[in-house]
């Protein structure tokens, strides 16, 4: 039988627990917890990203920004809510590709890029059943992005373009392509399903696809700006660099020393990206499929800015933008 005389003793020293840890002490661990200075990075999970993942796996986030830095992580299918959440204030910073970033700075956005990540990684590939083997098969296909006018989708295009063939582009400007958006981890199911004939894709997805029947059309250095455009680079909002310069920089200072680590320890980073895609999307990923998606990437922290415009150039000319931007003060001053 319950005793009520000791539950009500239970319950009220439970009570008084609870409000002085409520009240707290000076030396209580969250004294000063109210003060701690909350940054949100966000990131996606392709082989493009493996700064981020290795900088959050080796813990350089949280050693160059302190204790008194409280972290969290977000990840991201696409560029498109990446630069939603950037702008709404719902992250700091983190790892983009650079197509989303000029449409919303053209757009007034306030983001800046601090350095580069990777460049290179882009295949264009076709499903067995699409019945593709050149580009000149391409005519009244389907095909698939992350997002309109992301990074991968302006490489596409802008290579159609550059073939002068009005009828090897997308619907959307009056060519016979059609295109359709969905998360990259999806896109073998849909090859299967015959919903869609090809994608513009990042690692280390277009070698899954490869390993699992699909044909390479357009490689990574074939495809527009494959080889020279950064193709994930590290953004942050004003708020962060102007209001907060000295966590930006050092934010900085934990990417640079990711990206040295996987030029330094490429075996190491490897198994490191297929631990946390494996965490994120639920898919193992094969150890040479990565070895073979990840020789596809440069990783450096170099940020062509006149490729950067001219990248920004061919979004206009594609029609999604709307003006013609202007990129002044998009790319954050090496001191």
């Given at each position: 039988m319950l005793d009520l005389k000791k539950w009500w003793l239970g319950a009220l020293m439970l009570g008084i627990i609870t409000l002085l840890a409520a009240c707290g002490g000076g030396d209580s661990e969250n004294a000063g917890g109210g003060d701690k200075e909350k940054m949100v990075i966000g990131y996606f999970p392709n082989i493009d990203h493996a700064p981020a993942m290795v900088a959050r796996e080796n813990g350089y986030y949280e050693e160059k920004l302190g204790d008194d830095v409280e972290l969290k992580y977000i990840t991201f299918p696409d560029g498109g809510t990446f630069m939603a959440a950037l702008k709404s204030g719902e992250i700091d910073a983190g790892l983009v590709g650079p197509g989303p970033v000029l449409n919303n700075f053209s757009n007034g956005a306030d983001v800046k890029v601090l350095a580069g990540a990777s460049s290179g990684g882009t295949v264009v590939v076709a499903s067995e059943k699409s019945g593709v083997e050149s580009v000149e098969d391409m005519a009244g296909k389907t095909?698939?992005?992350?997002?309109?006018?992301?990074?991968?989708?302006?490489?596409?295009?802008?290579?159609?373009?550059?073939?002068?063939?009005?009828?090897?582009?997308?619907?959307?400007?009056?060519?016979?392509?059609?295109?359709?958006?969905?998360?990259?981890?999806?896109?073998?199911?849909?090859?299967?399903?015959?919903?869609?004939?090809?994608?513009?894709?990042?690692?280390?997805?277009a070698s899954i696809l490869v390993d699992n029947g699909a044909k390479v059309?357009?490689?990574?250095?074939?495809?527009?700006?494959?080889?020279?455009?950064?193709?994930?680079?590290?953004?942050?909002?004003?708020?962060?660099?102007?209001?907060?310069?000295?966590?930006?920089?050092?934010?900085?200072?934990?990417h640079n020393e990711s990206v040295a680590?996987?030029?330094?320890?490429?075996?190491?980073?490897?198994k490191i990206a297929i631990d946390s895609i494996k965490d994120l999307t639920n898919q193992e990923m094969d150890a040479k499929i990565v070895e073979q998606a990840m020789s596809r990437v440069t990783y450096t922290t170099e940020v062509n800015e006149a490729v950067l415009k001219e990248f920004g150039n061919s979004s206009y000319e594609l029609e999604f933008l709307k003006e013609a931007p202007e990129f002044d003060g998009l790319v954050a001053d090496k001191e």
């Open positions: 095909f698939i992005t992350p997002g309109i006018g992301c990074t991968h989708d302006v490489q596409f295009e802008t290579y159609l373009q550059q073939l002068g063939n009005d009828e090897l582009a997308s619907s959307r400007i009056g060519g016979s392509l059609n295109h359709v958006t969905g998360n990259p981890a999806s896109y073998q199911a849909m090859f299967e399903s015959g919903k869609v004939d090809l994608a513009a894709v990042p690692e280390p997805w059309i357009i490689s990574t250095e074939e495809i527009a700006y494959g080889e020279s455009l950064p193709n994930t680079v590290l953004v942050a909002n004003n708020k962060l660099t102007e209001e907060k310069p000295e966590l930006a920089a050092k934010l900085l200072e934990a680590f996987i030029n330094d320890n490429p075996e190491k980073a490897q």
